[in-house]
């Protein structure tokens, strides 16, 4: 079963509890949490103290994607505001065996993003140590962005190497997943799609997410 984890970033900021009911309500397995820093990527979101608000709201797993630089430096924080899973970007952090380990030490699962441009070999040597790869299928800072098509190849890739692993961590696909592309992104591997504006920019989202998963588990 391939996992939907709609992200908030697209959702009405001034609602988030209601949006994050509403999404679990229609079939969500996951709340995808985008914190960006605005030196990291070019925009700036939310901290542990919304996320702390939130985890009041849902039982759902928190999936937070740290889009900031130094991420070392926060993981107990988003740890103790409820994220279930923390993400971390290969391109922020120098030690990224450490900060793996600092993500496992507060008891979290532990995940690794790269940006569309960077290589898979960044990360072939941590990859039995994490539990999630996060492939950006989009240049992160923004939601509602076209899905780079040249990002499928290495989903594909990404799959093959996860699957020689007996750790078998998950692959997530993050960025412009919507109706058209997801049977394919599915087949290419996806064990967790995030999906912001082809979800929060519909009026029925349970509509929307039963269309998404039907398509993501067609293959
Ligand atoms: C982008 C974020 C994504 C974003 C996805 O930097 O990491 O999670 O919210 O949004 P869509 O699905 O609209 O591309
Ligand atoms: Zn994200």
């Known amino acids: 079963m391939v996992l939907i984890a709609p992200s908030i970033l697209s959702a009405d900021g001034s609602r988030l509890h209601e949006e994050i009911?509403?999404?679990?309500?229609?079939?969500?397995?996951?709340?995808?949490?985008?914190?960006?820093?605005?030196?990291?990527?070019?925009?700036?979101?939310?901290?542990?103290?919304?996320?702390?608000?939130?985890?009041?709201?849902?039982?759902?797993?928190?999936?937070?994607?740290?889009?900031?630089?130094?991420?070392?430096?926060?993981?107990?924080?988003f740890a103790s505001a409820g994220a279930d899973i923390i993400t971390v970007h290969v391109e922020a952090t120098n030690h990224l065996h450490r900060t793996i380990d600092?993500?496992?030490?507060?008891?979290?699962?532990?995940?690794?993003?790269?940006?569309?441009?960077?290589?898979?070999?960044?990360?072939?040597?941590?990859?039995?140590?994490?539990?999630?790869?996060?492939?950006?299928?989009?240049?992160?800072?923004?939601?509602?962005?076209?899905?780079?098509?040249?990002?499928?190849p290495k989903i594909i890739k990404a799959s093959k190497m996860l699957n020689t692993l007996s750790n078998k961590p998950l692959l997530e696909v993050d960025g412009g997943v919507n109706m058209k592309n997801i049977a394919g992104i599915a087949r290419a591997g996806a064990d967790v799609l995030v999906a912001g504006a082809s979800i929060f920019g519909t009026d029925d989202y349970q509509q929307t997410i039963t269309a998404l998963k039907a398509a993501a588990n067609s293959n």
Do not use: C
């Open 21 to 77: 009911t509403a999404v679990e309500k229609a079939g969500a397995d996951w709340i995808h949490i985008d914190v960006m820093d605005g030196h990291f990527v070019p925009n700036i979101t939310m901290g542990p103290a919304i996320i702390s608000a939130l985890r009041k709201t849902t039982k759902l797993p928190f999936d937070v994607h740290l889009m900031i630089e130094n991420p070392e430096r926060y993981i107990e924080s």
């Open 102 to 152: 600092i993500i496992k030490k507060a008891g979290k699962k532990a995940g690794v993003s790269l940006n569309p441009a960077t290589p898979l070999t960044q990360i072939e040597e941590i990859l039995p140590d994490i539990d999630l790869l996060l492939i950006m299928t989009v240049n992160p800072g923004f939601g509602g962005q076209q899905f780079i098509k040249t990002t499928l």
